[in-house]
Each structure stands twice: as C-alpha cells, then as structure tokens.
C-alpha cells in the first residue's frame, strides 16, 4: 500500500505543472521518495520533475506501447518509491482519438485516482457545474478531489470550496495567483540559468502547496494497494531484461550524446539499451573525440541554440563522417539528426554552420513552424512508435536527395503519411521523429529500414 494518483487538469493550462513541481518538491523536503511519471510524449516535463524530486521522470504513453508494458513500466520503477505521482497530459480526457491516450485512460490503465486541477482565474462558483460533469462523465475514472490554481484571495477560494462541496468533490486546496510562476517555455535548452528558474519555480509553488493544499489527505485519499493488477491479455515476456544480438559475446558498446544541446531522451530507452550493451555517454558541445561504440545513438534537442559552438567541434564532426561511411551503427532522432546534415541555418541572412555532412541536406529554422503528432513505421517485421515536435526542417538541392539515401514514408495516428520521413544510409538511421523502443528490439531496426 502507498499513495498514488495521477494529477489532471480540467483544461490545458490548469496549471498542473507547477502544483505538480511544488507537491514534488515539498515531498521531497519532508523526506518522502516520488516517483514522477508523465503521461504522454514530453520531455520537458520530464526534466522539470526530475529537477523537482531528484528522481527521473518516466514516460507513460498508450500509443506508444500496449498496456502490459505500461503496467510494468510503472511497476518496476515505482516498487522503491513510498509515492507514485503521474502527471496528466492535456486536459484529463483528451486522447489522440477520443479518450485513448488520455490521462484518464492512464489513470483507469495503472488503477490510480485523479486530483483535478482548475484554472479558477476567471470563475468562481460557476465552476460547479463543469465540476459535477467530470465526477459524471466516466464515474470509473476516480477523482478524489480538486486543486484550484491562480485563486485570488482566500475569499475567492471560498466560493471555489462552496462549488466543490455542491459538486460532490473535495476541495484540497488552492495555489494563489502569482506572476512570478511562470516556467520556461517548451521549446528551450536545459542550461544552467534555465535550470535556476525552474528551482526557483519549484521553491515558490512548494511554499505555497504547503500554506494552502492539505498533502496529508491528499496521501491519505490515494492510497492503494501496489504493483497495479495486469490486466488480461497479459504478455509475459515483457519482463525480458534484452535481447541476444548474433555474432557478439560481448556487450556492445553503445555512446549517447548527452548534454544541453542533446537531452530529450526516453528513460526506458535508455534502460532498454543498456540490456544490450555498456553505455558512454559523450557531449557533442564540449567533446572534440567521438567515443569508440558498436551502436551511436544522437537523441534529440535544441542543437539551434548552439549552432556556432557545435560548428566549431571540427574533430568529433570529421569523426562522425568517417564512422558512418565504415557503416557504424547510428540512430538519430530530431535535433540528433543535424549533426549528421550539411549544415545548421538559424535565421535569415545568417550563416550557415557546417556540420558533419553525412546526409546530404542541410537543416534550417527560416520559415519553419511547428511540426507535431504521434508517428508509426509499421510492417509485418517491425512496429516502432514515435512523437514529433520540431521547428526545423530540411533543405535540399532543388528539392532532391542525392543517391544511396532511402526514404521511408512515416505514418500518423489516422494512416495517413506525415510530412516526415526516416532517411537511411549505409547504416545510419535518421528522422525528426523521437521513437521509443522499449516495447521494440532495436537491434532489429537495421534490418527493416
């Protein structure tokens, strides 16, 4: 038995995120082990967990893998935990089709109950109404009481209590209005003054969560009995701890680039990787050597905001160049993936930094927008599931790749072919799409693509 719950907003932009840093960071002062989870893709929220807690943040996300593996992805890496918090995506019933993929859908998956968030910036006891349709809605989807956010004064919050109280929910508590809460945006590099606003963040809604949220009952109210239940079909062999991989009796030896340019990374992927070989991990910002490795892995980030300095890593980019024309092994997913380009263009007029040149395209910000959904390459051999999120794209000459690349339309969550595709040379593996592989044998993905 130990409290766990998933936090939901009523709305995108409850406010979800910061009551969920502050319960986080003032758990943590009291001596209590979180596991954070985030359901759906982000990575941002990820990291704004982990710096909260002091604990990595894990993905859950129903479309990318089936429901046993969820359930054992929450299991293995709550067991040590005394809480497990999941923080909601979207608002608690959007899906990428209806309710699949939703928090809701998550909370009923892991059998654990919802604190609803509400924005009540602009409300006071009209709030009841909307409250009464969430407890309605889907009554198996259990939430034990709300959290009001951006409240202005403690009579404010009274009318907010006499709404919840007509509602049948409970009131647990509010987080005042407060300018000075305001987190980082999405589309930004984990660097060192990022990561002091976002303790400084964590400090200010962790005060507040103490004055005004009642933890103990929210502690009290969501404690359940722990591992959650598999539920039928179960997979057995989703506990494998890896795979074999042929003509090897060694571990393989596997680099990741890590630093701020380079950190948007699914932890099962890594965890996934690291059954099959001995990882180092390299910075692309700061390395001038590329490690020696059986398997190079470029996950994705902000490499634009540190376009010139990764310009000016002449070795490691000669390095890259070369192991992939010997055809070494590398997967690159989004901004991983401008490294192995011609170049990095910012904005207009600007230069254009020279990177290693292994694709033949260069990669720009000039007129970009934003690119983002869920993505599938899927045959009888292979099934990898992704999420994209990009401001980049591609430029190439005349609109043409040059021979010996193979282009691999890529699908979204309707069938139909995203404006993305995965591109394969020799054995480099390359895409904007962020995939995640630990439902999947990634040793296999050379094979089919």
């Not at 709300?146 to 202005?152: I, Q």
């Not at 959650?228 to 890896?242: A, K, M, Q």
Request: hydrophobic share 35%; net charge positive.
């Amino acid at each position: 038995m130990k409290p766990q719950f998933l936090i939901g907003g009523a709305t995108s932009g409850s406010g979800k995120t910061v009551f969920a840093l502050g319960l986080l960071r003032a758990l943590k002062k009291r001596g209590i082990k979180v596991q954070p989870y985030k359901c759906g893709p982000g990575f941002m929220d990820t990291q704004l967990h982990s710096i909260s807690s002091g604990t990595d943040s894990v993905n859950l996300d129903s479309w990318f893998a089936g429901r046993t593996h969820l359930q054992y992805v929450y299991n293995k890496y709550g067991e040590k935990a005394e809480v497990c918090m999941i923080e909601g995506n979207s608002a608690l019933f959007d899906g990428y089709r209806r309710m699949q993929g939703s928090s809701a859908e998550m909370s009923q998956l892991v059998s654990v109950p919802v604190v609803l968030v509400v924005n009540a910036r602009s409300a006071a006891y009209s709030v009841a109404p909307m409250l009464y349709g969430y407890k309605l809605f889907r009554p198996q989807v259990k939430i034990v009481g709300v959290v009001f956010t951006h409240v202005s004064s403690p009579t404010h919050y009274s009318y907010l209590k006499d709404a919840c109280n007509d509602a049948g929910l409970n009131s647990l508590g509010y987080i005042p209005y407060d300018e000075s809460l305001k987190l980082p945006q999405r589309h930004t590099a984990l660097t060192q003054s990022v990561r002091s606003e976002i303790e400084e963040v964590a400090e200010k809604a962790a005060s507040y969560v103490e004055q005004n949220i009642d933890i103990e009952r929210i502690l009290k109210m969501c404690t359940r009995i722990f591992p959650c239940e598999y539920t039928l079909p179960y997979t057995s062999d989703v506990e494998e701890t890896g795979f074999q991989y042929e003509g090897k009796h060694k571990p393989l030896k596997i680099a990741v680039a890590r630093d701020s340019a380079f950190n948007l990374i699914y932890k099962e992927n890594i965890d996934r990787l690291s059954a099959i070989g001995n990882i180092t991990y390299f910075s692309p910002l700061y390395s001038n050597n590329l490690p020696e490795a059986d398997i190079l892995y470029l996950p994705g980030g902000f490499p634009e905001m540190f376009a010139r300095q990764l310009h000016r890593r002449k070795p490691l980019m000669k390095q890259l160049k070369d192991y992939a024309e010997k055809g070494g092994k590398i997967i690159a997913e989004g901004g991983g993936m401008v490294l192995l380009s011609r170049s990095l263009t910012v904005r207009e007029g600007g230069s254009a930094y020279e990177m290693s040149g292994v694709l033949p395209f260069g990669c720009t910000m000039i007129d970009s927008h934003l690119h983002t959904g869920y993505r599938i390459i899927e045959s009888s051999e292979i099934s990898l599931r992704g999420h994209e999120f990009r401001f980049l794209s591609i430029d190439t000459d005349n609109g043409k790749l040059a021979s010996g690349v193979k282009v691999c339309s890529v699908k979204n969550t309707r069938g139909a072919e995203a404006e993305t595709c995965i591109y394969r040379y020799k054995n480099v593996i390359a895409g904007f799409t962020h995939w995640y592989w630990g439902e999947t044998d990634i040793l296999r993905l050379w094979d089919y693509v």
